[in-house]
């Protein structure tokens, strides 16, 4: 009995359309759920479609609803949160819904992002096998292009590395994956936890991750070696908003204690990753260059003096001409702690501060190790987080 959800704001329909038809026909599959940012032009169209495919006479074989988000959070930007924690509370109380028609209550929800052009019923059946085995949580895992997933390595990783080092968290694979499956007394745990129900932003699947870890949950990684083909950023400024939030998250839990039991965390092995994700280059450098000299302000400029000296200079010298070879791993985490301690989301200034810091670190990264190849690249990840995992664990 597990409920689907595809949290979705602008998408390609068609794109959408193919995976609630995949998802509806799985034999797991109780309800499908389209948790919709808004009621904007896709919203619209998705519902017509769905209405009429129900209303014909091939109709999907279990419930399709479509709904708009609640507002659940006060503080914090309205979004992808608000999504998934509105999909939460649906999943308790859709056997109460007599439109449902179920006989019971929901054991099992998953979320999936809507576009993913790669999605068949094998996402749901491994997630529904580690379930059955009594994992209380599946995430999913997959090959990304080296250049991708900046925000995780980076952000989430690091600083879970630096701040829990002795727990399951710098281990995850991929904390900010948005494809996943939890057991309904996780979903009673994170519904009843006010720092999730608040984070109703890119920050969610940081508090999803966090919480479950904190609260020793059993998790599987589950790998689908076809990875996740969806629709690819622009340049780097389109995940500005997302850095921010998802680097605000991890400082607002700070100061949180984490136990260092050991939580039962299997990850399955992962397979040779294909060369259409080894060759694939994930955003645009030359338009990332010129983003170091953008934007800068007076009180940017006052900003830095916050930082080491060395990182100063090499920003400073970033406003005029494309520097980055001195925010290497050992700056970028010496600059993290001074964020860890400063930053706030919604100071302009210190969010254009932290994204050009991390543009700086993103090209150091590229220059250094992804032209050395595909395999180099994500060794050089590893070996950043895991050094400062071995590193403050025995600091502890
Ligand atoms: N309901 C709702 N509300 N859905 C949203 C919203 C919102 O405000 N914003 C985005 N979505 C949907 C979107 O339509 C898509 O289906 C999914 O959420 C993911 O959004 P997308 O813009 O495709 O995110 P992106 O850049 O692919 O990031 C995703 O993968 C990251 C990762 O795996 O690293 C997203 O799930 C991130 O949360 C995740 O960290």
Redesign the pocket.
């Given at each position: 009995m597990a409920l689907v959800c595809?949290?979705?704001?602008?998408?390609h329909i068609p794109t959408v359309l193919r995976n609630v038809e995949i998802a509806t026909n799985h034999p797991n599959v109780s309800i499908v759920l389209l948790?919709?940012?808004c009621s904007n032009d896709c919203f619209h169209e998705i519902s017509k479609a769905i209405a009429a495919k129900s209303a014909s006479s091939d109709p999907y074989p279990v419930p399709v609803r479509v709904e708009v988000?609640e507002r659940l959070g006060v503080n914090l930007r309205?979004?992808?949160g608000?999504?998934m924690n509105s999909a939460l509370r649906y999943f308790m109380k859709a056997h109460t819904l007599p439109e449902n028609k179920l006989t019971a209550p929901l054991q099992r929800i998953h979320f999936y992002?809507?576009?993913i052009e790669s999605f068949d019923k094998a996402w749901i059946t491994k997630a529904e096998e580690g379930t059955s085995l009594g994992y209380d949580v599946v995430r999913h895992y997959f090959p990304r292009s080296s250049t991708d997933?900046q925000?995780?390595w980076q952000v989430t990783k690091v600083g879970f590395a630096l701040l829990w080092p002795r727990t399951t968290l710098p281990w995850v694979q991929?904390p900010?994956?948005?494809e996943l499956c939890f057991t309904r007394r996780v979903v009673e745990k994170l519904l009843s936890d006010q720092r999730v129900v608040r984070q109703s932003n890119?920050g969610i699947?940081t508090l999803y991750t966090f919480v479950c870890a904190q609260n020793g949950y059993s998790l599987l990684e589950a790998y689908m070696p076809q990875g996740k083909m969806?629709?690819l950023?622009g340049g780097l400024r389109d995940l500005k908003t997302?850095l921010c939030e998802c680097f605000a998250a991890v400082q607002s839990l700070k100061d949180e204690h984490v136990q260092s039991s050991a939580t039962v965390h299997r990850i399955d092995p992962p397979a040779a990753v294909p060369e259409s994700i080894t060759s694939k280059i994930g955003y645009d450098v030359e338009k990332s260059l010129k983003l170091l000299r953008e934007n800068w302000s007076d009180r940017q400029m006052e900003l830095l003096t916050l930082f080491p000296s060395d990182i100063q200079d090499g920003l400073l010298a970033a406003s005029e001409w494309p520097e980055y070879m001195f925010m290497d791993e050992d700056a970028w985490i010496r600059a993290y702690k001074v964020y860890l301690d400063n930053f706030v989301l919604d100071d302009e200034d210190w969010r254009e501060l932290l994204f050009k810091t991390w543009v700086a670190r993103v090209l150091n990264y590229t220059m250094r190790h992804v032209l050395r190849g595909y395999h180099v690249a994500q060794q050089a990840n590893t070996d950043m987080v895991m050094k400062l995992h071995m590193k403050r664990s025995l600091a502890a």
């Amino acid at each position: 009995m597990a409920l689907v959800c595809f949290p979705f704001k602008k998408e390609h329909i068609p794109t959408v359309l193919r995976n609630v038809e995949i998802a509806t026909n799985h034999p797991n599959v109780s309800i499908v759920l389209l948790a919709a940012a808004c009621s904007n032009d896709c919203f619209h169209e998705i519902s017509k479609a769905i209405a009429a495919k129900s209303a014909s006479s091939d109709p999907y074989p279990v419930p399709v609803r479509v709904e708009v988000q609640e507002r659940l959070g006060v503080n914090l930007r309205p979004g992808k949160g608000d999504g998934m924690n509105s999909a939460l509370r649906y999943f308790m109380k859709a056997h109460t819904l007599p439109e449902n028609k179920l006989t019971a209550p929901l054991q099992r929800i998953h979320f999936y992002d809507a576009d993913i052009e790669s999605f068949d019923k094998a996402w749901i059946t491994k997630a529904e096998e580690g379930t059955s085995l009594g994992y209380d949580v599946v995430r999913h895992y997959f090959p990304r292009s080296s250049t991708d997933a900046q925000v995780t390595w980076q952000v989430t990783k690091v600083g879970f590395a630096l701040l829990w080092p002795r727990t399951t968290l710098p281990w995850v694979q991929q904390p900010l994956g948005g494809e996943l499956c939890f057991t309904r007394r996780v979903v009673e745990k994170l519904l009843s936890d006010q720092r999730v129900v608040r984070q109703s932003n890119w920050g969610i699947d940081t508090l999803y991750t966090f919480v479950c870890a904190q609260n020793g949950y059993s998790l599987l990684e589950a790998y689908m070696p076809q990875g996740k083909m969806h629709a690819l950023y622009g340049g780097l400024r389109d995940l500005k908003t997302m850095l921010c939030e998802c680097f605000a998250a991890v400082q607002s839990l700070k100061d949180e204690h984490v136990q260092s039991s050991a939580t039962v965390h299997r990850i399955d092995p992962p397979a040779a990753v294909p060369e259409s994700i080894t060759s694939k280059i994930g955003y645009d450098v030359e338009k990332s260059l010129k983003l170091l000299r953008e934007n800068w302000s007076d009180r940017q400029m006052e900003l830095l003096t916050l930082f080491p000296s060395d990182i100063q200079d090499g920003l400073l010298a970033a406003s005029e001409w494309p520097e980055y070879m001195f925010m290497d791993e050992d700056a970028w985490i010496r600059a993290y702690k001074v964020y860890l301690d400063n930053f706030v989301l919604d100071d302009e200034d210190w969010r254009e501060l932290l994204f050009k810091t991390w543009v700086a670190r993103v090209l150091n990264y590229t220059m250094r190790h992804v032209l050395r190849g595909y395999h180099v690249a994500q060794q050089a990840n590893t070996d950043m987080v895991m050094k400062l995992h071995m590193k403050r664990s025995l600091a502890a």
